[in-house]
């Protein structure tokens, strides 16, 4: 059975930092290309960050980019988004997703929240 499961988030205040992990079981992360997606109240599911399998290539939203930095550990089966310069507009619960490029399957995690104080 597969298992992402995220972990790191809390209440911080503005301008300080976190790093969320996402720890797989019964998947093979070095296969899979990850994101982060994020959903604050009351609005839709957005993309935050993406590292790809081969090469480890990184692609930001706008929102985040120069803040928030993606990352992967495929020894230790688990990927990272570190979320510096915190605002407000962060708060959210954080997702991590993976693709399998073999089949293209993916698969998503619970979530963690993120809860930024201004």
């Known amino acids: 059975q597969v298992q992402l499961v995220e972990s790191g988030g809390r209440l911080v205040q503005a301008g300080g930092s976190l790093r969320l992990s996402c720890a797989a079981s019964?998947?093979?992360?070095?296969?899979?290309?990850m994101g982060w997606f994020r959903q604050a109240p009351g609005k839709d599911r957005e993309f935050v960050a993406a590292?790809?399998?081969?090469?480890?290539?990184?692609s930001y939203a706008d929102s985040v980019k120069g803040r928030f930095a993606v990352s992967r550990d495929n020894a230790k089966n688990t990927v990272y988004l570190q979320l510096n310069s915190l605002k407000s507009d962060d708060t959210a619960i954080y997702y991590c997703t993976a693709k399998r490029t073999t089949d293209d399957r993916r698969y998503w995690g619970q979530g963690t929240q993120v809860t930024v104080s201004s």
């Open positions: 590292i790809s399998r081969s090469f480890g290539v990184t």
């Open positions: 019964g998947l093979t992360l070095s296969t899979c290309d």
